[in-house]
Structure formats: C-alpha cells, structure tokens
C-alpha cells in the first residue's frame, strides 16, 4: 500500500482530521483509540491494542492440564469431534 499524499490543516484548536477516505480503509470509527509516535520524519498514527501488554509468564499456563502430553494426530481428533458435535445440527 503506498502512502496516500494528501494534505490537511491544523484546525484552530490544534486538531487534524484524518481523510474519510483513510479512516474507512483502517476502518477508524469516531471514538477509535490511537496511539501516537514521534518519530524523525513526523508523527506517526497506530491503532491501539485492546488489550494491556501482556509478558509471556504472565499467560502462559493460563488452562492447565495435568496427565500425559497430547500427539497432535489426538489434537486433531479432538478437534474434528467437537465441530462435528458443534454442526450436528441437534
């Protein structure tokens, strides 16, 4: 995707109104959370995460499981037993 060139102005409040045409591509509501970066060619617009930054310690074991490890040839019994049930329709 190339950058999209347009210009806009400072409103007399200080505030930047992103083209619709941008806000609709990154699918940007009004209310939409961003974060801001300053970098050396300007400033930069990221949507923000919905979730805290997390470390991996901090998830990992989240659903344990004590017995003996699974292969993934019964994983992906599992799997298709539950879709199975999920679409049986019943």
Not at 6 to 33: C, D, H, Y
Not at 69 to 78: G, L, Q, T
């Amino acid at each position: 995707m190339g950058a999209d060139k347009r210009r806009v102005r400072l409103s007399t409040k200080g505030q930047v109104v992103l083209p619709k045409s941008i806000r609709q591509r990154r699918n940007w509501e009004a209310g939409a959370s961003l974060t801001i970066e300053e970098t050396a060619e300007g400033v930069l617009l990221k949507e923000a995460s919905l979730f805290a930054p997390t470390k991996l310690e901090d998830v990992f074991g989240m659903l344990s499981y004590s017995g003996a490890p699974k292969s993934v040839e019964e994983m992906d019994a599992s799997v298709l037993t539950e879709a199975k049930r999920r679409h049986a329709g019943g």
